[in-house]
């Protein structure tokens, strides 16, 4: 069974950093690309950030260029979100994703169930 | 402001038929295909439909996507009020070089 469990999150102070973490189990991590998105309270998806199998290849989305560094470990089954400099408007659910194999676009197949992070002093 | 446009909410009763609509431009829906994901409260985003119309495994055929231009199309038939969730459209913008989602839309079932 395919299972990503993300962990890291929590209350964190504006301008503070954290590093969330996401599991991977039931598949071989190294086949697939992975992203991460976010979910405020009550909004909508908000993609972060992609990264290719090897991790040859890594997009962010412009609110989060500069500040977010995505990593992969792909012996540990694991993968990562470093974010940085934080913001009140950074306070949501993260969610990392599985991209599964489409003609184009994207279509993560398979997603945790999220990490809270809240950005409060 | 999210960069597809998708109606806030919709309603229909159990065992009628809704369509969610899921708007953008050249730069995404236009040139790249696109995926829907339902989420059921307090869960997170399942995929529905990828490729404009296909269905990954397990998701029953009353769940239909399609794509016209620079607009995207969720229907979902044979209502059920264990559909009520939020539905999400998404697909890839070639100018932002990002993927980009509507606001999601909320599905009532009365």
């Known amino acids: 069974e395919v299972q990503l469990v993300e962990s890291g999150g929590g209350l964190v102070q504006p301008g503070g950093s954290l590093r969330l973490s996401c599991a991977a189990s039931?598949?071989?991590?190294?086949?697939?690309?992975m992203n991460w998105v976010r979910q405020a309270p009550g909004k909508g998806l908000e993609w972060l950030s992609y990264i290719s199998r090897s991790g040859s290849t890594i997009w962010y989305a412009d609110s989060v260029k500069g500040r977010f560094t995505v990593s992969r470990d792909n012996v540990k089954n694991s993968l990562f979100l470093q974010v940085n400099s934080l913001r009140a408007e950074d306070t949501a659910m993260y969610y990392c994703?599985?991209?599964?194999?489409?003609?184009?676009?994207?279509?993560?197949?398979?997603w945790g169930q999220g990490t809270l992070v809240t950005v409060s002093s | 402001q999210s960069v597809l446009t998708q109606p806030p909410s919709v309603s229909a009763a159990p065992g009628q038929k809704v369509t969610i609509s899921c708007s953008g431009s050249?730069?995404?829906?236009?040139?790249?295909?696109v995926s829907w994901f339902q989420q059921l409260p307090g869960t997170a985003p399942k995929l529905l439909i990828y490729d404009n119309n296909k269905r990954p495994s397990g998701i029953p055929d009353r769940f239909s996507g399609s794509k016209s231009g620079t607009s995207a199309t969720l229907d979902i038939t044979g209502l059920q009020t264990g559909d009520e969730a939020d539905y999400h459209c998404?697909?890839?913008?070639?100018?932002?070089?990002?993927?980009?989602f509507g606001g999601g839309t909320k599905l009532t079932v009365l």
């Open positions: 039931g598949f071989t991590l190294s086949s697939y690309s």
């Open positions: 998404g697909t890839w913008d070639t100018s932002l070089s990002a993927v980009v």
């Open positions: 994703a599985r991209e599964g194999f489409c003609s184009g676009g994207t279509c993560p197949d398979y």
């Open positions: 050249s730069s995404n829906i236009g040139n790249n295909y």
